[in-house]
């Protein structure tokens, strides 16, 4: 389909729109029944029209997501995944190019979102680099995009295509590596063997970013501080967070008159610790079959 066709925008809004939702915790019974029920149909139609190819990767989400018994084995399984500690995957996907949590992909990630007019929830509990979060701002771009063609409002501060080159496609294949390793590890005791329909869904969702993501033109400068910036963020998820790191925070902190006392609670606890709860990200600007 010719990508300067509205239609052709509105639809791939659509398809990261649906993936999106299925990321999200599916607290409520009416998400069992779209993931089992529709999505794979729609993901299919969508696919099929947009030029994408995982039909391999589709029927095993169809047999995955058929094997969830009820929506609490699936709510269950989610949780196993990316909540309970301790956790195989995470769902905060700036942690796979940082190296840490809230670090300097999320702030970039922020910036992209307020060029673009998008405000944070305030009953938005979780950090702007959840993976849905991602995509349905990328979602939210096409929508904009076809708007724009249509000629009922501006092209958006960014195009969809770059959003997905400079974030997704960076942290996609370490997170298919550990959903990847789970499988094979045959995840937690209490989910041994268990059917994940989570992984299919990433690598579908690595054959839609294969296809739009586009890199952004740069001037030779910008391209050599952006790779400069990518490799260190890169060092440091390689290497992680040390105790040097630990200390010289601490010492920051310190300098600034700032409280420690959080740096002694493991990043995945310090939610419960200050008596937070995970609640789910913004509802879609458009009606979702898998609310």
Known sequence: M?????????????????????????LQPEAFAGLREALADDLAELGESLGYTFADD????????????????????????????PRSIRINTGSYLDGAVNGGSVAAMEAAYRACGVERDPDFHDLSDHLSVQLEFVALLYFKCAEA??????????????????????????FIRDLEKEARDGGTLTHASAPN??????????????????????SAAEQR????ISKARHDRAVRGVT??????????LR??????????????????????TRKQPPSPRRGSRYE
């Open 149 to 174: 063609i249509e000629g009922e409002r501006a092209p958006p501060a960014m195009r969809a295509g770059h959003f997905l080159h400079d974030y997704v496609a960076r942290w996609l294949p370490p």
């Open 255 to 276: 300098e600034k008159g700032l409280s420690i006392d959080h740096l002694a609670i493991a990043p995945e606890l310090r939610d419960e610790a200050q008596g937070l």
């Open 197 to 218: 329909p989570y992984l299919p869904l990433a690598r579908i969702l690595a054959a839609a970013v294969a296809h739009d993501a586009i890199a952004a033109p740069v």
């Open 225 to 228: 501080a952006h790779n400069a």
């Open 243 to 252: 105790g040097e790191d630990m200390a010289l925070i601490a010492r920051k």
């Open 58 to 85: 589709l029927a095993d989400y169809r047999r995955a997501i058929g094997a969830i018994a009820d929506h609490a084995a699936l709510l269950r399984r989610y949780s196993g995944l990316f909540i309970a500690p």
């Open 2 to 26: 010719d990508a300067r066709n509205p239609e052709s925008f509105a639809e791939r809004g659509e398809f990261y729109l649906c993936l999106a939702r299925a990321f999200l915790t599916p």
